[in-house]
Protein backbone atom coordinates (compact mmCIF):
# COMPACT_ATOMS: atom_id res chain seq x y z
CA UNK A 1 0.00 0.00 0.00
CA UNK A 2 1.43 3.27 -1.39
CA UNK A 3 2.10 6.03 2.33
CA UNK A 4 -1.15 8.00 2.84
CA UNK A 5 -0.12 11.71 2.31
CA UNK A 6 -0.14 13.79 5.41
CA UNK A 7 0.29 17.65 5.58
CA UNK A 8 1.74 18.88 8.78
CA UNK A 9 1.82 22.27 10.15
CA UNK A 10 3.26 22.97 12.80
CA UNK A 11 6.05 26.46 13.63
CA UNK A 12 7.72 24.66 16.41
CA UNK A 13 11.10 23.53 14.36
CA UNK A 14 12.18 20.92 17.25
CA UNK A 15 8.01 19.16 17.56
CA UNK A 16 7.50 19.67 13.59
CA UNK A 17 11.05 17.43 12.98
CA UNK A 18 10.04 15.03 15.54
CA UNK A 19 6.30 14.21 14.41
CA UNK A 20 7.57 14.48 10.47
CA UNK A 21 10.44 11.60 11.79
CA UNK A 22 8.11 9.75 13.75
CA UNK A 23 4.77 9.71 11.55
CA UNK A 24 6.89 8.55 8.16
CA UNK A 25 8.25 5.62 10.57
CA UNK A 26 4.26 5.35 10.43
CA UNK A 27 4.23 4.76 6.81
CA UNK A 28 2.54 8.59 6.34
CA UNK A 29 4.27 10.69 3.40
CA UNK A 30 4.45 13.79 5.44
CA UNK A 31 5.11 17.45 3.87
CA UNK A 32 5.70 19.55 6.66
CA UNK A 33 5.72 23.62 6.96
CA UNK A 34 6.23 25.95 9.84
CA UNK A 35 3.03 28.47 8.45
CA UNK A 36 -0.59 28.62 7.10
CA UNK A 37 1.27 30.47 4.24
CA UNK A 38 3.57 28.26 3.01
CA UNK A 39 1.22 25.39 3.52
CA UNK A 40 -1.34 26.89 1.27
CA UNK A 41 1.16 27.57 -1.50
CA UNK A 42 3.01 24.21 -1.76
CA UNK A 43 -1.37 22.39 -1.24
CA UNK A 44 -1.40 21.44 -5.04
CA UNK A 45 1.63 19.47 -5.22
CA UNK A 46 1.13 18.01 -1.33
CA UNK A 47 -2.06 17.06 -2.43
CA UNK A 48 -2.57 15.88 1.62
CA UNK A 49 -5.33 13.28 2.27
CA UNK A 50 -5.32 13.96 6.03
CA UNK A 51 -3.70 17.36 8.02
CA UNK A 52 -2.33 17.62 11.63
CA UNK A 53 -2.12 21.39 11.78
CA UNK A 54 -1.65 23.99 15.25
CA UNK A 55 -4.00 26.12 16.26
CA UNK A 56 -1.44 28.30 17.01
CA UNK A 57 0.51 29.40 14.26
CA UNK A 58 2.59 33.09 13.17
CA UNK A 59 0.42 34.97 10.76
CA UNK A 60 -2.28 33.24 9.40
CA UNK A 61 -3.84 30.71 12.42
CA UNK A 62 -4.60 27.32 12.77
CA UNK A 63 -8.28 28.33 12.65
CA UNK A 64 -8.40 30.45 9.12
CA UNK A 65 -6.20 27.65 7.48
CA UNK A 66 -8.68 24.94 8.74
CA UNK A 67 -11.35 27.23 7.12
CA UNK A 68 -8.82 27.06 3.33
CA UNK A 69 -8.24 23.72 3.45
CA UNK A 70 -11.43 22.50 4.22
CA UNK A 71 -12.68 25.16 1.32
CA UNK A 72 -10.54 23.65 -1.05
CA UNK A 73 -10.92 19.79 -0.30
CA UNK A 74 -13.58 19.53 1.28
CA UNK A 75 -13.18 15.44 1.71
CA UNK A 76 -9.63 16.57 2.97
CA UNK A 77 -9.77 15.31 6.89
CA UNK A 78 -8.22 18.00 9.29
CA UNK A 79 -6.48 16.77 13.07
CA UNK A 80 -5.97 20.07 14.96
CA UNK A 81 -3.22 20.09 17.67
CA UNK A 82 -3.71 22.74 20.44
CA UNK A 83 -2.75 22.93 24.39
CA UNK A 84 -4.46 22.37 26.98
CA UNK A 85 -5.75 25.52 27.75
CA UNK A 86 -6.92 26.28 24.52
CA UNK A 87 -9.55 23.69 24.46
CA UNK A 88 -12.56 26.20 23.53
CA UNK A 89 -10.81 26.59 20.48
CA UNK A 90 -10.25 22.99 19.99
CA UNK A 91 -14.40 22.88 19.82
CA UNK A 92 -14.46 25.96 17.80
CA UNK A 93 -12.51 24.16 15.03
CA UNK A 94 -14.59 21.00 15.55
CA UNK A 95 -17.61 23.25 14.69
CA UNK A 96 -15.36 24.57 11.57
CA UNK A 97 -15.03 20.98 10.30
CA UNK A 98 -12.21 19.38 12.07
CA UNK A 99 -12.43 15.55 12.21
CA UNK A 100 -10.94 15.85 15.92
CA UNK A 101 -8.29 17.38 18.02
CA UNK A 102 -5.41 16.28 19.98
CA UNK A 103 -3.80 18.43 22.98
CA UNK A 104 -0.33 18.66 23.53
CA UNK A 105 1.50 17.12 25.11
CA UNK A 106 0.93 13.54 23.51
CA UNK A 107 2.04 10.51 22.55
CA UNK A 108 2.67 9.66 19.08
CA UNK A 109 0.60 6.60 19.18
CA UNK A 110 -2.64 8.86 20.24
CA UNK A 111 -1.37 11.07 17.28
CA UNK A 112 -0.71 8.21 14.90
CA UNK A 113 -4.51 6.60 15.70
CA UNK A 114 -6.04 9.83 15.58
CA UNK A 115 -4.77 10.35 11.97
CA UNK A 116 -6.01 6.72 11.51
CA UNK A 117 -9.40 7.10 12.29
CA UNK A 118 -9.39 10.29 9.81
CA UNK A 119 -8.43 8.44 6.97
CA UNK A 120 -10.78 5.91 7.83
CA UNK A 121 -13.41 8.86 8.10
CA UNK A 122 -12.59 10.17 4.47
CA UNK A 123 -12.37 6.68 2.73
CA UNK A 124 -16.16 6.32 4.16
CA UNK A 125 -17.25 9.53 2.69
CA UNK A 126 -15.70 9.06 -0.57
CA UNK A 127 -17.00 5.59 -0.43
CA UNK A 128 -20.34 6.95 0.37
CA UNK A 129 -20.55 9.59 -1.78
CA UNK A 130 -19.46 7.23 -4.82
CA UNK A 131 -21.72 4.97 -4.25
CA UNK A 132 -24.82 7.31 -4.19
CA UNK A 133 -23.31 9.20 -7.35
CA UNK A 134 -23.44 6.10 -8.90
CA UNK A 135 -27.12 5.00 -7.96
CA UNK A 136 -28.46 8.17 -9.23
CA UNK A 137 -26.54 7.70 -12.59
CA UNK A 138 -27.76 7.10 -16.03
CA UNK A 139 -25.04 4.44 -16.07
CA UNK A 140 -25.58 0.94 -14.78
CA UNK A 141 -23.97 1.49 -10.93
CA UNK A 142 -22.45 -2.19 -10.73
CA UNK A 143 -20.78 -1.69 -14.28
CA UNK A 144 -23.15 -4.07 -16.53
CA UNK A 145 -21.36 -3.28 -19.62
CA UNK A 146 -22.14 -3.91 -22.84
CA UNK A 147 -24.26 -2.88 -26.38
CA UNK A 148 -25.38 -6.34 -27.69
CA UNK A 149 -29.36 -6.63 -27.68
CA UNK A 150 -28.97 -8.99 -24.56
CA UNK A 151 -27.08 -6.83 -22.18
CA UNK A 152 -29.92 -3.82 -23.22
CA UNK A 153 -32.48 -6.26 -22.56
CA UNK A 154 -31.01 -7.27 -19.01
CA UNK A 155 -30.56 -3.98 -17.91
CA UNK A 156 -33.84 -2.89 -18.47
CA UNK A 157 -35.11 -5.57 -16.54
CA UNK A 158 -32.66 -4.50 -13.78
CA UNK A 159 -34.34 -1.28 -14.33
CA UNK A 160 -38.22 -2.66 -13.66
CA UNK A 161 -37.33 -5.26 -11.22
CA UNK A 162 -35.04 -2.59 -8.79
CA UNK A 163 -38.70 -0.51 -8.57
CA UNK A 164 -40.02 -3.57 -6.84
CA UNK A 165 -39.32 -4.85 -3.59
CA UNK A 166 -40.16 -8.38 -4.52
CA UNK A 167 -37.43 -11.20 -3.74
CA UNK A 168 -35.84 -11.93 -7.30
CA UNK A 169 -33.95 -15.26 -8.37
CA UNK A 170 -31.03 -14.31 -11.04
CA UNK A 171 -29.92 -17.60 -13.09
CA UNK A 172 -26.70 -17.87 -15.61
CA UNK A 173 -23.35 -19.77 -15.62
CA UNK A 174 -20.44 -19.41 -13.36
CA UNK A 175 -18.99 -15.84 -14.39
CA UNK A 176 -21.41 -14.36 -16.02
CA UNK A 177 -21.90 -11.66 -13.15
CA UNK A 178 -24.79 -12.44 -11.13
CA UNK A 179 -23.10 -10.26 -8.04
CA UNK A 180 -22.75 -7.49 -10.26
CA UNK A 181 -26.26 -7.74 -11.32
CA UNK A 182 -27.65 -8.28 -7.83
CA UNK A 183 -25.82 -4.83 -6.72
CA UNK A 184 -27.18 -2.90 -9.58
CA UNK A 185 -30.81 -4.40 -8.44
CA UNK A 186 -29.72 -2.86 -4.82
CA UNK A 187 -28.15 0.11 -5.62
CA UNK A 188 -31.28 1.15 -7.89
CA UNK A 189 -34.16 0.05 -5.46
CA UNK A 190 -35.41 2.19 -2.47
CA UNK A 191 -33.17 0.30 -0.22
CA UNK A 192 -29.89 2.05 -1.85
CA UNK A 193 -29.21 3.65 1.89
CA UNK A 194 -29.49 0.11 3.51
CA UNK A 195 -26.43 -2.53 3.44
CA UNK A 196 -26.03 -4.77 0.93
CA UNK A 197 -25.21 -8.67 2.10
CA UNK A 198 -23.85 -11.18 0.62
CA UNK A 199 -23.21 -14.97 1.64
CA UNK A 200 -22.30 -17.78 -0.50
CA UNK A 201 -24.30 -20.61 0.36
CA UNK A 202 -21.39 -23.24 -0.69
CA UNK A 203 -18.74 -21.50 0.86
CA UNK A 204 -20.04 -22.09 4.75
CA UNK A 205 -20.16 -25.37 6.27
CA UNK A 206 -23.74 -26.91 6.60
CA UNK A 207 -23.27 -27.01 10.86
CA UNK A 208 -22.66 -23.09 10.48
CA UNK A 209 -24.77 -21.72 7.98
CA UNK A 210 -27.80 -22.06 9.99
CA UNK A 211 -25.88 -19.37 12.56
CA UNK A 212 -24.05 -17.47 9.84
CA UNK A 213 -27.89 -16.47 8.67
CA UNK A 214 -30.29 -16.06 11.47
CA UNK A 215 -27.34 -15.60 14.15
CA UNK A 216 -26.87 -16.89 17.63
CA UNK A 217 -26.66 -16.50 21.26
CA UNK A 218 -24.13 -16.73 23.94
CA UNK A 219 -23.65 -20.17 24.49
CA UNK A 220 -25.91 -21.87 21.81
CA UNK A 221 -23.22 -24.17 21.32
CA UNK A 222 -19.28 -25.33 21.88
CA UNK A 223 -17.12 -21.73 20.61
CA UNK A 224 -20.52 -19.67 20.70
CA UNK A 225 -18.54 -17.65 23.68
CA UNK A 226 -20.87 -14.27 22.80
CA UNK A 227 -23.91 -13.47 21.17
CA UNK A 228 -23.28 -12.81 17.36
CA UNK A 229 -25.72 -11.33 14.85
CA UNK A 230 -26.52 -12.91 11.85
CA UNK A 231 -26.95 -11.92 7.91
CA UNK A 232 -30.39 -11.16 8.19
CA UNK A 233 -30.46 -8.62 10.77
CA UNK A 234 -27.20 -7.38 9.44
CA UNK A 235 -28.99 -6.43 6.25
CA UNK A 236 -32.49 -5.24 7.71
CA UNK A 237 -33.40 -2.55 5.57
CA UNK A 238 -31.79 -3.65 2.88
CA UNK A 239 -30.52 -6.35 0.60
CA UNK A 240 -29.27 -10.18 1.44
CA UNK A 241 -27.67 -11.79 -1.78
CA UNK A 242 -27.68 -15.68 -1.51
CA UNK A 243 -25.20 -16.74 -3.77
CA UNK A 244 -25.18 -20.39 -4.96
CA UNK A 245 -28.57 -20.91 -3.80
CA UNK A 246 -28.72 -23.96 -5.01
CA UNK A 247 -26.13 -25.27 -2.97
CA UNK A 248 -28.27 -24.37 0.54
CA UNK A 249 -28.53 -27.85 2.19
CA UNK A 250 -32.01 -29.03 2.52
CA UNK A 251 -31.71 -28.55 6.35
CA UNK A 252 -31.80 -25.41 6.69
CA UNK A 253 -34.34 -24.64 3.92
CA UNK A 254 -37.36 -24.44 6.16
CA UNK A 255 -35.86 -21.69 8.42
CA UNK A 256 -34.89 -19.62 5.24
CA UNK A 257 -38.66 -20.07 4.19
CA UNK A 258 -39.87 -19.09 7.39
CA UNK A 259 -37.91 -16.32 7.50
CA UNK A 260 -38.86 -14.87 3.64
CA UNK A 261 -42.82 -15.83 4.07
CA UNK A 262 -43.11 -14.01 7.91
CA UNK A 263 -40.07 -11.92 8.01
CA UNK A 264 -39.08 -13.49 11.21
CA UNK A 265 -35.85 -15.10 12.50
CA UNK A 266 -35.20 -17.23 15.74
CA UNK A 267 -31.76 -17.15 15.71
CA UNK A 268 -29.55 -20.02 17.36
CA UNK A 269 -30.19 -20.67 21.30
CA UNK A 270 -33.22 -17.95 21.79
CA UNK A 271 -36.21 -18.52 22.77
CA UNK A 272 -37.30 -15.30 20.84
CA UNK A 273 -38.70 -14.31 17.33
CA UNK A 274 -36.92 -10.96 15.78
CA UNK A 275 -38.50 -9.48 12.87
CA UNK A 276 -36.50 -8.08 9.85
CA UNK A 277 -37.20 -6.04 6.93
CA UNK A 278 -34.97 -7.59 4.24
CA UNK A 279 -35.20 -8.28 0.19
CA UNK A 280 -33.76 -11.17 -0.74
CA UNK A 281 -31.59 -11.87 -4.19
CA UNK A 282 -30.67 -15.19 -4.67
CA UNK A 283 -28.80 -16.58 -7.83
CA UNK A 284 -27.59 -19.70 -9.18
CA UNK A 285 -26.10 -21.70 -12.07
CA UNK A 286 -27.94 -24.88 -11.17
CA UNK A 287 -31.26 -25.84 -12.42
CA UNK A 288 -33.23 -25.64 -9.58
CA UNK A 289 -36.67 -27.41 -11.45
CA UNK A 290 -34.17 -30.23 -11.29
CA UNK A 291 -33.25 -30.40 -7.99
CA UNK A 292 -36.70 -30.09 -6.91
CA UNK A 293 -37.41 -33.04 -8.52
CA UNK A 294 -34.18 -34.81 -7.24
CA UNK A 295 -35.75 -34.02 -3.87
CA UNK A 296 -32.65 -31.70 -3.18
CA UNK A 297 -34.63 -28.42 -3.24
CA UNK A 298 -38.01 -27.43 -1.91
CA UNK A 299 -40.80 -26.79 -4.13
CA UNK A 300 -42.23 -23.95 -1.79
CA UNK A 301 -38.89 -22.35 -1.12
CA UNK A 302 -38.35 -22.11 -5.08
CA UNK A 303 -41.61 -20.28 -5.45
CA UNK A 304 -40.62 -17.93 -2.35
CA UNK A 305 -37.23 -16.94 -3.97
CA UNK A 306 -38.41 -16.49 -7.71
CA UNK A 307 -41.24 -14.75 -7.70
CA UNK A 308 -39.29 -12.17 -10.56
CA UNK A 309 -36.56 -14.12 -12.53
CA UNK A 310 -33.73 -12.65 -14.29
CA UNK A 311 -31.18 -14.31 -16.94
CA UNK A 312 -27.97 -13.52 -17.41
CA UNK A 313 -26.58 -14.10 -20.50
CA UNK A 314 -23.51 -16.09 -21.13
CA UNK A 315 -20.37 -14.09 -23.07
CA UNK A 316 -20.28 -16.52 -26.04
CA UNK A 317 -24.22 -15.09 -26.74
CA UNK A 318 -22.79 -11.47 -26.95
CA UNK A 319 -19.27 -11.58 -28.33
CA UNK A 320 -20.32 -7.62 -29.65
CA UNK A 321 -19.51 -6.80 -25.94
CA UNK A 322 -15.93 -8.22 -25.77
CA UNK A 323 -14.07 -5.57 -26.65
CA UNK A 324 -16.17 -3.29 -24.40
CA UNK A 325 -15.44 -5.55 -21.46
CA UNK A 326 -12.06 -6.02 -22.38
CA UNK A 327 -11.05 -2.38 -22.79
CA UNK A 328 -12.97 -1.81 -18.88
CA UNK A 329 -10.93 -4.39 -17.54
CA UNK A 330 -7.52 -4.18 -19.12
CA UNK A 331 -7.97 -0.26 -18.16
CA UNK A 332 -8.37 -0.97 -14.29
CA UNK A 333 -5.45 -4.16 -14.54
CA UNK A 334 -2.96 -1.84 -15.80
CA UNK A 335 -3.72 0.87 -12.94
CA UNK A 336 -3.36 -2.09 -10.46
CA UNK A 337 -0.05 -2.75 -11.96
CA UNK A 338 1.38 0.67 -12.81
CA UNK A 339 1.56 -0.61 -16.72
CA UNK A 340 0.25 1.26 -19.77
CA UNK A 341 -0.37 -1.41 -22.37
CA UNK A 342 -3.22 -1.63 -25.17
CA UNK A 343 -5.02 -4.28 -27.19
CA UNK A 344 -3.94 -4.11 -30.86
CA UNK A 345 -6.94 -4.61 -33.52
CA UNK A 346 -6.37 -8.62 -34.41
CA UNK A 347 -5.34 -8.87 -30.46
CA UNK A 348 -9.51 -7.99 -30.09
CA UNK A 349 -10.74 -10.19 -32.79
CA UNK A 350 -8.92 -13.06 -31.52
CA UNK A 351 -10.53 -11.94 -28.05
CA UNK A 352 -14.00 -12.13 -29.60
CA UNK A 353 -13.84 -15.63 -31.51
CA UNK A 354 -13.05 -17.44 -28.27
CA UNK A 355 -15.51 -19.40 -26.50
CA UNK A 356 -15.06 -18.23 -23.53
CA UNK A 357 -16.44 -21.11 -21.26
CA UNK A 358 -15.97 -19.34 -18.34
CA UNK A 359 -17.59 -15.98 -18.91
CA UNK A 360 -16.71 -12.84 -17.94
CA UNK A 361 -14.48 -13.80 -15.23
CA UNK A 362 -12.18 -16.50 -17.63
CA UNK A 363 -11.98 -12.86 -19.51
CA UNK A 364 -10.76 -10.85 -16.37
CA UNK A 365 -7.87 -13.81 -15.87
CA UNK A 366 -6.92 -14.11 -19.26
CA UNK A 367 -6.51 -10.34 -19.53
CA UNK A 368 -4.32 -10.21 -16.45
CA UNK A 369 -2.30 -12.81 -17.42
CA UNK A 370 -1.93 -10.85 -20.90
CA UNK A 371 -0.95 -7.81 -18.79
CA UNK A 372 2.01 -9.47 -16.86
CA UNK A 373 3.23 -11.59 -19.88
CA UNK A 374 2.65 -9.64 -22.93
CA UNK A 375 6.46 -8.62 -24.13
CA UNK A 376 6.20 -5.13 -25.10
CA UNK A 377 3.29 -2.60 -24.70
CA UNK A 378 0.67 -3.85 -27.28
CA UNK A 379 -0.71 -7.01 -26.94
CA UNK A 380 -1.25 -8.97 -30.50
CA UNK A 381 -2.77 -11.91 -31.55
CA UNK A 382 0.23 -14.12 -30.69
CA UNK A 383 -0.08 -13.40 -27.19
CA UNK A 384 -4.34 -14.15 -27.35
CA UNK A 385 -3.26 -17.34 -28.94
CA UNK A 386 -0.33 -18.26 -26.77
CA UNK A 387 -1.81 -17.10 -23.50
CA UNK A 388 -5.06 -17.59 -24.08
CA UNK A 389 -6.82 -20.06 -26.40
CA UNK A 390 -3.61 -22.87 -26.29
CA UNK A 391 -3.82 -22.55 -22.04
CA UNK A 392 -7.84 -22.43 -22.28
CA UNK A 393 -7.40 -25.80 -25.05
CA UNK A 394 -5.12 -27.68 -22.33
CA UNK A 395 -7.41 -27.31 -19.57
CA UNK A 396 -10.68 -27.23 -20.65
CA UNK A 397 -12.72 -30.15 -19.19
CA UNK A 398 -13.55 -33.17 -22.12
CA UNK A 399 -10.25 -31.81 -23.53
CA UNK A 400 -8.92 -35.17 -24.83
CA UNK A 401 -5.76 -36.13 -22.46
CA UNK A 402 -4.44 -38.64 -24.68
CA UNK A 403 -4.55 -39.50 -28.57
CA UNK A 404 -4.07 -43.35 -27.59
CA UNK A 405 -7.32 -45.12 -28.96
CA UNK A 406 -7.21 -47.51 -26.03
CA UNK A 407 -6.45 -45.60 -23.46
CA UNK A 408 -9.55 -43.20 -24.54
CA UNK A 409 -12.02 -46.12 -24.77
CA UNK A 410 -10.25 -47.10 -20.88
CA UNK A 411 -10.89 -43.64 -20.04
CA UNK A 412 -14.48 -43.27 -21.65
CA UNK A 413 -15.49 -47.01 -19.87
CA UNK A 414 -14.45 -45.84 -16.59
CA UNK A 415 -16.15 -42.56 -16.92
CA UNK A 416 -19.75 -43.88 -18.04
CA UNK A 417 -19.27 -46.52 -14.97
CA UNK A 418 -18.56 -43.17 -12.82
CA UNK A 419 -21.34 -41.56 -14.07
CA UNK A 420 -23.74 -44.59 -13.49
CA UNK A 421 -22.76 -44.98 -10.01
CA UNK A 422 -21.32 -48.06 -11.01
CA UNK A 423 -24.18 -49.44 -12.87
CA UNK A 424 -22.84 -52.08 -15.10
CA UNK A 425 -26.36 -52.57 -17.53
CA UNK A 426 -26.69 -48.63 -17.70
CA UNK A 427 -22.59 -47.85 -18.53
CA UNK A 428 -22.89 -50.39 -21.38
CA UNK A 429 -25.89 -48.86 -22.68
CA UNK A 430 -24.82 -45.57 -22.86
CA UNK A 431 -21.07 -46.76 -24.63
CA UNK A 432 -23.59 -49.14 -26.92
CA UNK A 433 -21.78 -52.47 -26.02
CA UNK A 434 -23.62 -55.67 -24.73
CA UNK A 435 -23.10 -56.69 -21.07
CA UNK A 436 -20.47 -58.97 -21.34
CA UNK A 437 -18.25 -56.75 -23.83
CA UNK A 438 -18.24 -54.09 -20.67
CA UNK A 439 -17.56 -56.92 -18.37
CA UNK A 440 -14.71 -57.87 -21.12
CA UNK A 441 -13.21 -54.78 -21.41
CA UNK A 442 -13.04 -54.09 -17.83
CA UNK A 443 -10.99 -57.28 -17.46
CA UNK A 444 -8.85 -56.23 -19.76
CA UNK A 445 -8.19 -53.34 -18.13
CA UNK A 446 -7.83 -55.08 -14.44
CA UNK A 447 -10.80 -53.41 -12.99
CA UNK A 448 -12.53 -56.01 -10.84
CA UNK A 449 -15.86 -57.51 -13.05
CA UNK A 450 -18.46 -57.55 -9.95
Not at 94 to 111: C, N, Q, W, Y
Amino acid sequence: MSPRRLLLVEDDATLRRVLARELAAFGFAVAAYPSAEEALAALGDAQPEVALVDLRLPGMDGLTLLQRLRATDPDLQVVVLTGHGAVPDAVQAMRLGAHDFVTKPTSLEVIEQTLRRALETRALVLDNRRWRRLAASEEDPAGILGESPAIQELRGLVERVAGSDTNVLIQGENGTGKELVARSIHLRSARRDGPFVVLNCGAIPEALLESELFGHERGAFTGADKRRLGLFEASDGGTLFLDEIGELPVAVQPALLRALQFREIRPVGSDRLRTVDVRLVAATNRDLHAEIAAGRFREDLYYRIAALTLEVPPLRARRGDVPILAAAILARVCLASGRRIELAPDAVAALQQHEWPGNVRELENALTRLCVFAPGDTIHAAEVERLVVQRARRTAPGSLPTLDLEELERLAVLESLRRHGGDKKAAAAELGVSLKTLYNKLARYGAPPS
